[in-house]
């Protein structure tokens, strides 16, 4: 092999390094948008179990006990198959405590 020989498969390796670099990067970036995605859309659901829950106070001048209230009577919709809402109402006056999870068990 010559001189030129090496020059090729040094450029071939170069140029491979690159393109994993590049794939990898790009792979990261994937996974972190997905995740940031994730987080944003259990804070739109916090976001409508809260904003139903503070339209029923408003509006009948009590928090109600439970979602199914909420869902029947307000409207509340949102993907159950991919979130769990945890709705805990102590009293008809004070606001209930609501917590998103994915039906994986993750917190919000």
């Known amino acids: ?3 030129r020989d ?6 071939l390796a170069l140029t491979i390094l690159v393109f994993a670099a590049v794939f990898v990067g790009i792979c990261a970036l994937i ?6 995605s994730d987080s944003t859309e259990k804070e739109l659901v916090r976001d409508a179990v809260r904003s139903a829950a503070i ?16 869902k029947e009577n307000y409207g509340l919709r949102y993907n159950e ?14 606001m209930p405590s609501i917590l ?4 994986g068990g993750d917190g919000e």
Do not use: H, I, W
Not at 6 to 11: I, K, M
Not at 100 to 103: E, I
């Open 55 to 70: 339209t029923c106070y408003a509006v009948e001048g009590a928090y109600p006990m439970g979602l199914d209230y909420l």
């Open 31 to 36: 996974n972190r948008v997905g995740s940031a």
């Open 1 to 3: 092999m010559d001189k």
């Open 100 to 103: 998103v999870l994915d039906q």
């Open 81 to 94: 198959d991919a979130y769990q809402v945890v709705y805990d109402a102590f009293a008809s006056n004070v």
């Open 6 to 11: 090496y020059g090729f498969f040094r450029n």
